[in-house]
């Protein structure tokens, strides 16, 4: 179970203007043992908040009337200790998520929503923000905190010997408290930063000689377990002094390995598609101008090639879109299967796709390259029993000949497609200016 650590379910309130969702995301907290109270704008959301307490708010940023990130300002002045909040957004720009954190979520999550994603990224806020609270708690009750507490936590004497370690601290490490007890704190807490493999980074630097007696914070460290393998964790650790003088020392670290998963899961659905997973359009738009500007320094091409698939309509309008996702699928593997390693292919939406091409030295070689990807995709594919046939149209745009940055390049492998559907589809034709005077432009 979810919830076994807490005395009862935490509560969630959840915050958003459309009925369905709210009831999708009841009923989802609720088979994992939450509470859940619901709310469906700011101004209730700021009511149910004043009435009651919660362990969490999962809430929609576009709302009418005070949106989500007016309400999470709002908490500031409204509750001395608010309760994090966990942001759901259909935006994925860099803008919208910095004003996300600036308002004071501690997390986001994009729809469409994953649940998977959002199980664990509930799990893990709210045993951090209860983590939290124990800690900033310890003056008042120390024993019981420091041995309930799910961050490791460590108690270091004036001779940088080992005088306490919680539970939590021997599970994330791998000791008993028989082999940590009266150790020197460096035997015990090896660390490195990430991308080395020294693991010499003193974690309680400030009982050198002469070294400032400030506390320590590092975010995301790597602390070496008994058994020899290492976990990601944030670490800070807080001198105790007395007339200027260290007397000892508190360290406390966290497992953030939980976090690191979620994010790098958020940084893949921001850049591949859903369905196909290949690389998406937000990928392509940071790709093409690192491709160009590293041509540029070697002095070579580099091509693009824009394909937009024939006779793909009539599939999803005669079968069904069920069928039509898995026609996509198949045009997807065929064309990772057909390209070098250095070289790259994305779904821009749709039925549209662009490679790029970094290693081939020639115009020939690129034809080469559009001329298979249309035979390939004249291949028939059968879905449930219906034999799909499909084909191509392709614009091909060349870094330096017609194109001189991302914008250009794109926009002509687009032209230079029209054109091929232009003249009967299921073919190549590399852009060239002419195009553009003759009317063969693609719809904005």
């Not at 003193?202 to 400032?212: L, V």
Request: proline share 5%.
């Amino acid at each position: 179970m979810v919830l076994k650590s807490f005395k009862k379910s935490p509560s969630i309130l959840v915050v958003d203007d459309d009925d369905i969702l709210r009831m999708l995301l009841r009923q989802f907290l609720e088979g994992e043992g939450y509470r859940v109270t619901e709310a469906a704008d700011g101004d209730q959301a700021l009511a149910r908040l004043r009435e009651s307490s919660f362990d969490l708010v999962i809430m929609d940023i576009a709302m009418p009337g005070i949106d989500g990130l007016s309400v999470c300002e709002h908490l500031k002045s409204l509750l001395p200790v608010p309760p994090p909040v966990l942001m759901i957004t259909a935006l994925d720009d860099e803008e919208s998520v910095d004003r996300t954190f600036n308002a004071g979520a501690v997390d986001l999550i994009r729809k469409p929503i994953q649940w998977s994603v959002l199980r664990n990224r509930i799990r893990y806020i709210i045993s951090a923000d209860h983590a939290r609270r124990e800690i900033e708690e310890m003056s008042r009750n120390y024993g019981m905190i420091l041995e309930a507490a799910a961050n490791g936590i460590c108690g270091l004497d004036e001779n940088q010997r080992v005088s306490f370690v919680n539970p939590a601290a021997l599970k994330m490490l791998g000791y008993t408290q028989e082999e940590v007890i009266g150790r020197h704190y460096r035997e015990i807490f090896k660390a490195s930063k990430p991308g080395t493999e020294d693991f010499e980074v003193d974690c309680c630097p400030f009982f050198r000689e002469g070294a400032p007696k400030d506390s320590f914070y590092y975010d995301e460290l790597r602390l070496l377990r008994k058994d020899g393998t290492h976990f990601p964790a944030d670490c800070r650790s807080n001198p105790i002094l007395e007339s200027g003088m260290v007397m000892g020392a508190v360290l406390m670290f966290q497992d953030v390995t939980e976090r690191q998963q979620a994010a790098e899961m958020i940084r893949y659905m921001a850049n591949h598609d859903s369905l196909t997973s290949l690389p998406n359009r937000n990928f392509c738009n940071r790709r093409l101008p690192q491709a160009i500007s590293l041509a540029k320094r070697q002095n070579r091409m580099i091509f693009l090639l824009f394909i937009d698939l024939d006779r793909f309509k009539p599939i999803n309008d005669k079968y069904g879109h069920s069928v039509g996702d898995r026609v996509l699928l198949e045009v997807a593997d065929r064309l990772k299967g057909m390209l070098r390693s250095s070289d790259s292919v994305c779904r821009l939406g749709g039925d549209e796709f662009v490679i790029l091409l970094e290693s081939t030295p020639s115009v020939e070689g690129a034809e080469f390259v559009a001329r298979r990807t249309i035979e390939v995709l004249n291949e028939p594919i059968v879905v449930a029993g219906h034999e799909c046939q499909i084909g191509a149209s392709i614009g091909i745009s060349i870094y330096p000949m017609d194109s001189q940055d991302a914008d250009t390049m794109l926009r002509h492998a687009d032209i230079a497609m029209y054109e091929a559907k232009k003249k009967g589809r299921n073919r190549f034709e590399r852009f060239h200016p002419g195009m553009i005077n003759n009317g063969t432009m693609a719809p904005g």
